[in-house]
Each structure stands twice: as structure tokens, then as C-alpha cells.
């Protein structure tokens, strides 16, 4: 099992940006599929962004294309959300999710084993 620690989150305004950091312990970080999602109020948990194991591959939710970037850096065991031009239903407390098994990216928070215990975004109209 990986620990992982989200940081980063916080109150911006309409338009503006965040980074947000998932700091992962425990395991050996490469040799995991890391991924980011989001629980709004009231919705359901929903995917955002994965990354691949070496970090070659991503994938994202098509709402977030162009506008949110997945990394990471396997020598520091994190890996990032850069969240640019953000808008109020980006609210949400954002969650990273890591995986072993499994080669490429995972979409689906099913797939995903270990979770953080999440960071809060609020955008501001």
C-alpha cells in the first residue's frame, strides 16, 4: 500500500490557476499509475486525469483538455495537477488515486487501490 498526501488547493478566483501536489510514501513511487478525480458536492466522484507509470502516457476527462496538465517527477514522488482558467463547477475536493497493477493509464476509480484523503478547490465567480 502507498500513503499519499494531497496539498495545494485552496480559494481562486474565476480564470485563475492552481498546482496541486499528491505526495506519495511507502512503495516504490514508479511503480505506479497515479490518477486525479474530483467529488463536487452533491455528485458523484468523477475522473480527471491519469498518468502512467513512467509518465509517458496521460489521459483526461475531455472538459479538462487543454486546460488541466498531469505529471509527475518519480525521483521526488509526487505527482501534480496544474489546473489553468478555472471555472466555479471546478469546485470540488480533488482526490489522487494510486495503482500497481496494470500497464498504461486508469480512468475508472474502481481500478485504482490506494487514495489520499483528498485537498478542497473553490472557485470563485
Known amino acids: 500500500q502507498v500513503q499519499l498526501v494531497e496539498s495545494g488547493g485552496g480559494l481562486v478566483q474565476a480564470g485563475g490557476s492552481l498546482t496541486l501536489s499528491c505526495a506519495a510514501s511507502?512503495?516504490?513511487?514508479?511503480?505506479?499509475?497515479m490518477g486525479w478525480f474530483r467529488q463536487a458536492p452533491g455528485k458523484e466522484r468523477e475522473f480527471v486525469a491519469a498518468?502512467?507509470?513512467?509518465?509517458?502516457?496521460?489521459d483526461y476527462t475531455d472538459s479538462m483538455k487543454g486546460r488541466f496538465t498531469i505529471s509527475r517527477d518519480n525521483a521526488k514522488n509526487t505527482v501534480f495537477l496544474q489546473m489553468n482558467d478555472l471555472k466555479p463547477e471546478d469546485t470540488a475536493v480533488y482526490y489522487c488515486?494510486?495503482?500497481?497493477?496494470?500497464?498504461?493509464?486508469?480512468?475508472?476509480?474502481?481500478?485504482?487501490?490506494?487514495w489520499g484523503q483528498g485537498t478542497q478547490v473553490t472557485v470563485s465567480s
Open positions: 511507502g512503495r516504490t513511487f514508479s511503480d505506479y499509475t
Open positions: 488515486a494510486a495503482e500497481s497493477y496494470g500497464l498504461g493509464v486508469l480512468i475508472n476509480e474502481n481500478e485504482y487501490h490506494d
Open positions: 498518468i502512467s507509470k513512467s509518465g509517458s502516457m496521460t
